[in-house]
């Protein structure tokens, strides 16, 4: 009996351990680094600053934190607010569930997610109340300008691709699928978002029942896999709503990027669309060749907006709504215009820009009609719109104070998002660089004279932590491509740098593979830490990266092999050969995604140059590739064609004849591969007969897989066995 007693006491003990740990919350964390040098630990110690909005009378900030616990292994998001000038921080959040996606309801008053509901509070954090009443299936939410109505994205069940498991078999796990996009990103297709309109009453109080504004469509919206809120839109007066939205399913959806935006009345429940006739009908096209080459992209169906079109907002007066275009179907690196459509007349303009615009905001102010983000030469910059169309640049480099935990040996840094506040005499926006994680900026435009664009930054989230840590310092190069173009890449120096000394050095290949090499902050590809190992990186911006105009970025489209890959040699050829500091004999080459791809191809190529290799959820077998990736719309664009068509099309020629699997034959450097495989944008199995081919050929090689992350690594103690192998990987080859 006593022996049955202590059991059941250390049983009541363990559950017990085990709830207190489920229920202690994670928080700031106040670390200690003992030698002044960024580690995976205290990379994961850091906040990060997610969502953020301004009161309407623009006098307090409410914003979003997400803290992680290696040792718990998870997160914990909770809700800040501020005075506009960053004093008066308080934490609002006391308890270890999850508030997010926080907005203002009032000057008072704030709405926010826990626990899939959608609660109130007042703005000190007291009189909490739970306004939503859905089973915990909200997911997003937006309230009407008058506060009588709000939207509320939820999931519903769909099984128009997987079909739905007979009744008498409720274990069964098979799944039977009937055409594409069976999955996206990390998951099977079971369910789609759509937006569900609720009224709201005294105390924003929301109704038990909502009407849904795609009632019978087998349509997502907001679009998979990474749309959100911003999807959609209120017209000012509480009588509209605009939204992204591409109504295809199966294999159409996944050869098509055309998406539009539609306006619903709320009135008469009726939708149009913003971006074609009503009696506009698409062309028939041949599913495995690329787009580009059909007559869907003939001169009469461009100006229907035919590609992306996402990311609606109207104009304060009611007159416009601007959204984010790309002109061609199925090419998702399409320059990314603005496009503002007249509703009383339905007539679009597009901003005549250089380089993909990333996000916009309306402006209030007389000087401006609306402001974006935009990358250009490899940093992530504000401009301003005048009614005519007119661009201008505000400022371009913003040097944050020495001691604000900033980044004293970098003087450039990226834009990340941006809002009007304070009656549109400023604007809210988010910056960060490689040397400092993301904080918030006030930022006072000057139209007229762009040197005057005041710039003050409010919060400070990880200023004990950095502040503990020595900066790498950062620097940019020139240097003339094969083809005689101008190539920039930058350089980050390792902490405590000594130019007399040689150092390993990292030739970081960048994904996309049209994705810009600006001054981004990563919580996996970090600069700051690799540099704290004591590594110099070489990152080019090589053919295919946005901010040197579109034609640069267009000539990786079925040339992933050439050029591109002559400028990734030509950036470590001229760091080797013309900076000192540069060990030519201890060079490795490190990538993800294309840039695991460019891994993988150098590997044969590289006659020597390096010493080792890291490639992480890269392409191997481009054949293969064609058909395993869910977004077939990318293989049919970058490859022109299919495989089985023994393509006769120059650049699909090249594409398959080049892919790394043909090449291993001359591999001869040791290589590390990383894959997780809840990866369905680049199968797991790519990794895998990466690792296969080169442990059959002898050659040093490891292999990192993760059962349960997908195109990223997102669970914290991963996300350190992801640091630790790559530092052990590069210190065994390089050191």
């Given at each position: 009996?006593?022996?049955?007693l202590?059991?059941?006491?250390?049983?009541?003990m363990?559950?017990g351990?085990?709830?207190?740990?489920?229920?202690?919350?994670?928080?700031?964390?106040?670390?200690?680094?003992?030698?002044?040098l960024?580690?995976?630990e205290?990379?994961?110690?850091?906040?990060?600053?997610?969502?953020?909005?301004a009161?309407?009378?623009?006098?307090?900030?409410?914003?979003?934190?997400?803290?992680?616990s290696?040792k718990?292994?998870?997160?914990?998001q909770?809700?800040?607010?501020?005075n506009?000038?960053?004093?008066?921080?308080q934490?609002?959040?006391?308890?270890?569930?999850?508030?997010?996606?926080?907005?203002?309801?009032?000057?008072?008053?704030?709405?926010?997610i826990s626990g899939?509901?959608i609660w109130?509070?007042?703005?000190?954090?007291?009189?909490?109340?739970?306004?939503?009443?859905?089973d915990?299936?909200?997911?997003?939410?937006m309230f009407?300008p008058?506060?009588?109505?709000?939207?509320i994205?939820?999931?519903?069940?769909?099984?128009?691709?997987i079909?739905?498991?007979?009744?008498?078999?409720p274990?069964?796990?098979?799944?039977?699928?009937t055409?594409?996009?069976?999955?996206?990103?990390?998951?099977?297709?079971?369910s789609?978002?759509h937006?569900?309109?609720?009224?709201?009453?005294?105390?924003?109080?929301?109704?038990?029942s909502?009407i849904d504004i795609?009632?019978?469509?087998?349509?997502?919206?907001p679009m998979e896999?990474?749309?959100?809120?911003e999807q959609?839109?209120?017209?000012?007066d509480s009588k509209?709503?605009?939204?992204t939205c591409r109504?295809k399913t199966?294999?159409?959806y996944?050869?098509?990027?055309?998406s539009d935006i539609?306006?619903?009345?709320?009135?008469?429940?009726?939708?149009?669309?913003?971006?074609?006739?009503?009696?506009?009908?698409?062309?028939e096209?041949?599913p495995?060749r690329?787009?580009?080459?059909?007559a869907v992209n003939?001169?009469?169906?461009?100006?229907?907006n035919v590609?992306?079109?996402?990311n609606?907002?109207?104009?304060p007066?009611?007159k416009?709504?601007?959204?984010?275009?790309?002109?061609?179907?199925g090419?998702e690196?399409d320059?990314?215009?603005?496009?503002?459509?007249?509703?009383?007349?339905?007539?679009?303009q597009?901003i005549?820009?250089?380089?993909?615009?990333?996000?916009?905001?309306w402006s209030?102010s007389?000087d401006a009609?609306?402001?974006f983000?935009s990358?250009?030469?490899?940093?992530?910059?504000?401009?301003?719109v005048s009614?005519?169309?007119?661009v201008k640049?505000?400022?371009?480099?913003?040097?944050?104070?020495?001691g604000?935990?900033?980044?004293?040996?970098?003087?450039?840094?990226d834009f990340?998002?941006l809002?009007?506040m304070?009656?549109?005499k400023?604007?809210?926006?988010?910056?960060?660089?490689?040397?400092?994680?993301a904080?918030?900026?006030v930022?006072?435009?000057?139209s007229?004279?762009p040197?005057n664009?005041?710039?003050?930054?409010?919060?400070?989230e990880n200023?004990?932590i950095l502040?503990q840590?020595?900066?790498?310092e950062?620097?940019?190069?020139?240097v003339?491509t094969?083809?005689g173009?101008?190539l920039?890449?930058?350089v980050?120096?390792?902490?405590?740098?000594?130019?007399?000394?040689?150092?390993?050095t990292?030739?970081?290949?960048e994904g996309?593979?049209?994705s810009?090499v600006?001054q981004?902050w990563?919580?996996r590809?970090?600069?700051?830490i690799m540099?704290?190992q004591?590594?110099?990186i070489?990152?080019?911006?090589?053919?295919?990266l946005?901010g040197?105009?579109?034609?640069w970025?267009e000539e990786i489209?079925?040339?992933?092999?050439g050029?591109?890959?002559?400028?990734?040699?030509?950036?470590?050829?001229?760091?080797a050969?013309?900076l000192?500091?540069?060990?030519k004999d201890?060079?490795?080459?490190?990538g993800?995604?294309?840039?695991?791809?460019s891994?993988?191809?150098?590997a044969?190529?590289?006659?020597k140059?390096?010493?080792?290799?890291?490639a992480?959820d890269g392409?191997?077998?481009?054949?293969?590739?064609?058909?395993?990736?869910?977004?077939?719309?990318f293989?049919?664009w970058?490859?022109?064609?299919?495989?089985w068509?023994r393509?006769?099309?120059?650049?699909?020629?090249k594409?398959?004849h080049?892919?790394?699997?043909k090449?291993?034959?001359n591999?001869d450097?040791p290589i590390?591969?990383?894959?997780?495989?809840?990866?369905?944008?680049?199968?797991?199995?790519?990794?895998?007969?990466?690792?296969n081919?080169?442990?059959?050929?002898?050659?040093p090689?490891?292999l990192l897989i993760?059962?349960?992350e997908?195109?990223?690594?997102?669970k914290p103690?991963?996300g350190?066995?992801?640091?630790?192998?790559?530092f052990d990987?590069?210190?065994?080859w390089?050191?």
């Amino acid at each position: 009996m006593k022996r049955l007693l202590t059991l059941v006491a250390l049983t009541l003990m363990v559950l017990g351990s085990a709830n207190a740990e489920e229920n202690e919350v994670i928080g700031k964390q106040n670390i200690r680094v003992d030698n002044r040098l960024m580690t995976p630990e205290a990379l994961w110690a850091m906040g990060r600053i997610g969502s953020h909005q301004a009161s309407p009378d623009g006098k307090r900030i409410v914003y979003q934190v997400g803290y992680y616990s290696v040792k718990q292994n998870k997160s914990h998001q909770v809700l800040y607010v501020m005075n506009s000038d960053g004093t008066g921080q308080q934490l609002l959040t006391k308890s270890a569930k999850n508030e997010t996606d926080a907005l203002w309801l009032d000057n008072e008053t704030l709405a926010f997610i826990s626990g899939g509901e959608i609660w109130a509070m007042n703005a000190d954090g007291s009189n909490r109340r739970q306004l939503s009443k859905t089973d915990g299936q909200v997911e997003g939410f937006m309230f009407s300008p008058n506060r009588q109505q709000v939207i509320i994205l939820k999931s519903l069940p769909f099984n128009e691709i997987i079909q739905k498991n007979p009744d008498d078999l409720p274990k069964a796990t098979g799944r039977r699928v009937t055409d594409l996009m069976y999955r996206h990103w990390d998951h099977y297709v079971e369910s789609i978002q759509h937006p569900f309109l609720y009224s709201a009453g005294d105390g924003y109080a929301i109704a038990d029942s909502g009407i849904d504004i795609l009632e019978g469509e087998p349509y997502e919206c907001p679009m998979e896999p990474f749309g959100g809120i911003e999807q959609l839109a209120w017209s000012p007066d509480s009588k509209q709503i605009a939204y992204t939205c591409r109504k295809k399913t199966g294999l159409a959806y996944s050869i098509s990027t055309d998406s539009d935006i539609y306006l619903y009345n709320i009135g008469t429940h009726e939708t149009t669309n913003l971006c074609k006739p009503a009696d506009y009908k698409a062309p028939e096209v041949d599913p495995t060749r690329t787009l580009a080459i059909q007559a869907v992209n003939a001169p009469e169906n461009l100006k229907n907006n035919v590609g992306y079109d996402q990311n609606p907002q109207f104009s304060p007066d009611g007159k416009y709504v601007a959204w984010l275009s790309m002109e061609r179907d199925g090419y998702e690196a399409d320059l990314n215009r603005l496009c503002i459509c007249t509703l009383a007349t339905g007539e679009k303009q597009y901003i005549d820009w250089k380089s993909d615009v990333d996000a916009f905001c309306w402006s209030d102010s007389k000087d401006a009609w609306l402001y974006f983000i935009s990358v250009w030469h490899a940093t992530e910059n504000l401009y301003s719109v005048s009614t005519k169309g007119e661009v201008k640049q505000l400022f371009t480099l913003v040097v944050p104070q020495s001691g604000d935990g900033g980044q004293e040996n970098n003087p450039w840094a990226d834009f990340g998002s941006l809002q009007m506040m304070n009656n549109g005499k400023q604007l809210l926006m988010e910056r960060h660089s490689y040397t400092a994680p993301a904080d918030l900026y006030v930022v006072t435009p000057n139209s007229k004279k762009p040197e005057n664009t005041a710039v003050s930054q409010l919060t400070h989230e990880n200023k004990a932590i950095l502040n503990q840590l020595e900066k790498p310092e950062v620097r940019q190069r020139w240097v003339k491509t094969t083809d005689g173009k101008d190539l920039h890449y930058w350089v980050i120096l390792p902490p405590n740098f000594d130019e007399t000394k040689k150092y390993p050095t990292l030739l970081f290949c960048e994904g996309g593979p049209q994705s810009p090499v600006s001054q981004f902050w990563s919580y996996r590809w970090n600069f700051m830490i690799m540099a704290s190992q004591g590594y110099v990186i070489v990152a080019p911006n090589r053919h295919g990266l946005p901010g040197f105009g579109q034609e640069w970025k267009e000539e990786i489209s079925g040339d992933w092999t050439g050029q591109c890959m002559s400028d990734y040699l030509t950036a470590i050829d001229d760091a080797a050969n013309n900076l000192p500091y540069v060990d030519k004999d201890k060079l490795g080459a490190v990538g993800a995604s294309f840039g695991g791809f460019s891994v993988y191809y150098l590997a044969g190529i590289h006659e020597k140059r390096f010493k080792c290799f890291i490639a992480h959820d890269g392409a191997f077998n481009l054949a293969a590739m064609y058909t395993e990736t869910e977004e077939n719309w990318f293989s049919n664009w970058e490859y022109d064609e299919a495989y089985w068509h023994r393509p006769q099309m120059p650049r699909a020629k090249k594409t398959y004849h080049d892919s790394p699997h043909k090449m291993v034959e001359n591999w001869d450097t040791p290589i590390l591969c990383i894959h997780g495989e809840k990866d369905y944008r680049i199968n797991a199995t790519q990794g895998m007969s990466a690792f296969n081919a080169a442990r059959m050929k002898g050659i040093p090689a490891e292999l990192l897989i993760f059962p349960d992350e997908n195109h990223w690594v997102l669970k914290p103690q991963n996300g350190v066995l992801w640091q630790r192998t790559y530092f052990d990987w590069l210190n065994r080859w390089l050191k």
